[in-house]
């Protein structure tokens, strides 16, 4: 699947702005993602939010992903 | 997931009703138990020693005096504070702002800490202890610090998110980057293009209670932990890492909490209160003083924004622009990347950028403070979003409206919208009584909008049913805003009994398993829905119950209306036993009666929120007076809208303070000069009006009963839409917050030249 990377993460992926990665879970998605960009370790160090179809998911790592889904990964926020 | 949390559409009975709060009675009368209402036998008075330098290295500490003082039971300096954060450079930012290591970094930067046997002689024990600085050079300022000829606040920050990565330390900690489209060919389309620089000022989130906690550690590594906080598992998380402690043998309760709006979600004085407790082997009370607050706890970020927007003579805006420079105090922060992230959130735009610098000053530690840095994006963003249109001789709310987002919007900071309240807020704000009110001379009307993201998190709650039926609900979030009585109703609504006969509790780190701070507008959300599941569980065990006395299937038993009922014709002999029918057999049934349920509650859904506000300023003094000022926001779903109509009048009038009064002052020696209610004026009754509000109900999918977070984003329009009232009152445009009586008249006299 197509994931649009957002602000300071697309640095851990070499500037792109967009990569192909696979994962039928959000858990899986960013496992996948790590292996092909080492760098993004720290940004899951620090928390990454993963939007599945403008939803923004902070710590649920099962949810599944669906087919032909929008997926953007965020970094995660902190609220007041 | 054990339950479903998509909307339903249920209908209520109990939700949606104005109940009398459970915590009045106690909070008017002085028996509610606030962070520094405890104590413990022997316990001692725990004080810190703060640099008065903005910048200075510590040569030497001499804590002699002091530890020989009669009465002085423990001395600490940074030296006493192992670096146990396994090179986690977040958790050491932590550390070294909670105490000095060889380098003060602010005006009020902890750099000793004495417990002694009462104030007097711990004060005096203070003034024993002997620095040694070394003055260094500072910088205050967020433009004055991304020069390159600034002093460098540490030497081991190089700016994350450029290309290539520098080589070199610099103050800018960390840019930021969002948007999407082509700016340069939108620009190119424009017929109209405004751009505009901006600055505000730092605030506090000015809570009323200071930080305040009692520590006892023993030599064992056990504790317990009495504070104010908006989190008490984080807390405990936090301070257990920091000294070397299993969280499990800390125990931290929550006191009752006189504010905290975002800055009670992080630790500041609480992990040197239990390290002396732990030196001293004596329980460690810690009261800041308002000084200390004002000096050394998280206030928000000073910034200085540019905006460019460029639209169509038809009104559609073609791109829009923004460089947002954030300034986070003495340690890196993420404040500038959330203002780049909220600042186009309202819209709905094919060419967008925004750009965030956080930089580093000697200045306190930010911390978050509601919608955290969404207010000063918006500030900006929304002048110039007045500024456009009235240079296409559009009215501002209609110019709003045609380029509102809406569901299937790609957000500006990048994923798409589902269902959105941003374009029914701005119908209601068109469409409000308000609009219509003839303003005389010296008065200005401005509307703004705001956007905040909200978030759930991890929540785990536990539901007990007495053998008199009455329930009690142990939550783990900090009520911070009227959360107990929100989910009484909820527990009510699915027991199907009153809501008086619901206690709800927040119980301690000891009684649940964790749960998140209450931050994000979430504490009714994430709880709400965790109070939701735990009361279906009971409601199973009570159909059980039910089913083992009638002698049936539990498949024929169901809840309805606060009693089990038993389905089927061959059942009709069996009378429905009501809750209190059940509980009170409960003991000879099978024990207690309880539900529980842990829950990672995402899908929060965005708010938005639209303001508008009249002003009437007096040309001489510059002085603003608030004439009305009415919120519309969405609220999903209103479980208590009492509650929700408070947080929205709350943001807003911290909005008011920060837009007109509200402000750090800091000298040429980088010390702060106005720190305390006297000099640093939050608003008081006299200055506001009675704030209107409208809630809309545009339904969460991702919550059972449709809920959305409420707290936050009544903050984000105020600064906005007082500004642009101001800006219409004096005919001048407004670039500096806050708009305070010198700065109006300076604008005044600068545009008559």
Redesign the interface.
């Given at each position: 699947m197509q994931v649009?990377l957002?602000?300071?993460l697309s640095?851990a992926a070499g500037?792109a702005r967009c990569v192909d990665c696979a994962g039928a879970t959000i858990g899986e998605l960013l496992q996948a993602l790590l292996l092909k960009y080492p760098e993004m370790q720290s940004h899951l160090d620090?928390g990454i939010a993963v939007?599945i179809?403008?939803?923004?998911?902070?710590?649920?790592r099962d949810?599944p992903i669906p087919a032909n889904a929008?997926v953007?990964l965020?970094?995660r926020?902190?609220?007041? | 997931m054990p339950y479903e949390t998509d909307y339903t559409n249920q209908g209520f009975s109990k939700v949606g009703t104005r109940v009398n709060r459970p915590d009045g009675v106690d909070k008017v009368t002085g028996r509610a138990k606030y962070g520094a209402d405890a104590n413990a036998a022997g316990q001692l008075v725990g004080r810190i020693l703060r640099s008065p330098h903005a910048h200075a290295l510590i040569t030497k500490i001499d804590t002699s005096k002091a530890e020989k003082l009669p009465g002085v039971k423990a001395v600490l300096t940074g030296k006493d504070f192992p670096d146990l954060t396994g090179g986690d450079r977040g958790m050491m930012n932590i550390l070294e702002n909670c105490m000095a290591r060889g380098r003060a970094l602010y005006d009020g930067h902890a750099v000793a800490a004495v417990a002694a046997i009462d104030a007097d002689t711990a004060n005096e024990a203070l003034k024993l202890i002997k620095v040694t600085y070394k003055q260094l050079p500072h910088v205050t300022d967020v433009d004055e610090a991304m020069k390159p000829s600034a002093p460098i606040i540490h030497d081991w920050v190089r700016t994350t998110g450029v290309t290539p990565a520098p080589t070199t330390a610099s103050n800018v900690a960390q840019r930021t980057e969002f948007g999407h489209g082509d700016i340069d060919a939108g620009f190119a389309q424009a017929d109209v293009i405004i751009e505009k620089s901006f600055k505000t000022e730092q605030t506090h989130q000015g809570y009323i209670e200071p930080h305040a906690c009692l520590a006892t550690l023993g030599p064992d590594g056990s504790g317990e932990l009495w504070v104010t906080t908006q989190g008490h598992f984080t807390f405990r998380n936090v301070c257990a890492s920091l000294l070397g402690l299993d969280v499990a043998k800390l125990r931290v309760t929550a006191s009752e909490i006189g504010g905290g709006f975002g800055g009670k979600t992080h630790v500041w004085t609480e992990p040197v209160a239990l390290q002396l407790s732990r030196r001293a082997n004596r329980p460690v009370k810690l009261v800041m003083s308002r000084d200390e607050v004002f000096k050394a706890t998280g206030p928000t970020s000073s910034t200085s924004v540019d905006v460019k927007i460029g639209a169509k003579r038809n009104g559609k805006i073609t791109a829009a622009s923004a460089e947002l420079r954030y300034q986070s105090g003495a340690f890196p922060g993420m404040w500038a990347m959330l203002g780049a992230m909220t600042s186009f959130a309202c819209y709905d735009l094919k060419n967008v950028k925004s750009v965030g610098f956080d930089v580093l000053v000697n200045r306190p530690k930010v911390a978050a403070y509601r919608a955290p840095s969404a207010p000063m994006a918006a500030f900006a963003v929304e002048s110039v979003v007045d500024m456009v249109a009235a240079e296409l001789g559009m009215d501002a709310v209609e110019f709003r409206i045609k380029n509102a987002a809406k569901k299937g919007t790609k957000a500006s900071y990048g994923p798409v919208y589902g269902p959105i309240g941003i374009g029914p807020t701005l119908e209601a704000v068109k469409n409000h009584p308000h609009m219509k009110r003839k303003l005389g001379k010296n008065q200005g009307r401005g509307v703004a909008c705001g956007f905040w993201f909200n978030f759930g998190g991890q929540t785990c709650t536990d539901l007990n049913i007495g053998v008199d039926g009455s329930v009690n609900l142990t939550v783990g979030t900090v009520d911070v805003g009227g959360s107990r009585a929100s989910l009484a109703l909820i527990a009510a609504e699915e027991l199907g009994i009153d809501y008086e006969q619901v206690r709800v509790t927040i119980g301690d780190t000891n009684s649940l398993g964790h749960n998140d701070t209450t931050e994000g507008s979430r504490g009714t959300f994430s709880s709400g829905m965790a109070a939701i599941f735990a009361a279906r569980d009971a409601v199973e065990v009570l159909k059980q119950r039910a089913a083992a006395t009638w002698g049936i299937p539990v498949e024929q038993v169901v809840w309805e209306a606060g009693e089990a009922r038993a389905k089927g014709k061959q059942n009709n002999n069996l009378p429905p036993l009501s809750l209190k029918e059940i509980a009170a057999k409960s003991p000879r049934t099978g024990g207690p009666i309880a539900g529980h349920n842990e829950v990672v509650a995402d899908g929060a859904g965005v708010s938005f929120a639209s303001h508008m506000c009249d002003v009437e300023v007096d040309p001489e003094t510059g002085a603003t007076k608030i004439l009305r000022y009415t919120v519309v926001q969405d609220a999903g779903k209103a479980i208590h809208p009492d509650y929700v109509e408070g947080q929205f009048q709350g943001g807003a009038a911290q909005g008011i303070g920060w837009a007109l009064n509200e402000e750090y002052v800091y000298g040429d020696d980088g010390r702060l000069q106005n720190a305390g209610f006297l000099d640093y004026r939050i608003p008081v009754c006299s200055d506001l009006p009675f704030i209107d509000t409208q809630i809309l109900e545009i339904p969460n999918p991702n919550h059972p009963y449709g809920v959305r977070g409420v707290g936050e984003t009544s903050i984000v329009p105020p600064l906005a839409a007082i500004g642009n009232a101001v800006s219409n009152a004096v005919g001048v445009r407004m670039d500096h917050v806050p708009m305070s009586p010198p700065r109006i008249l300076k604008a005044i006299e600068a545009a008559q030249g």
């Open positions: 649009q957002s602000g300071i640095q500037g620090d939007a179809n403008g939803e923004i998911y902070r710590d649920r949810q929008d953007f965020l970094p926020i902190q609220g007041g | -």
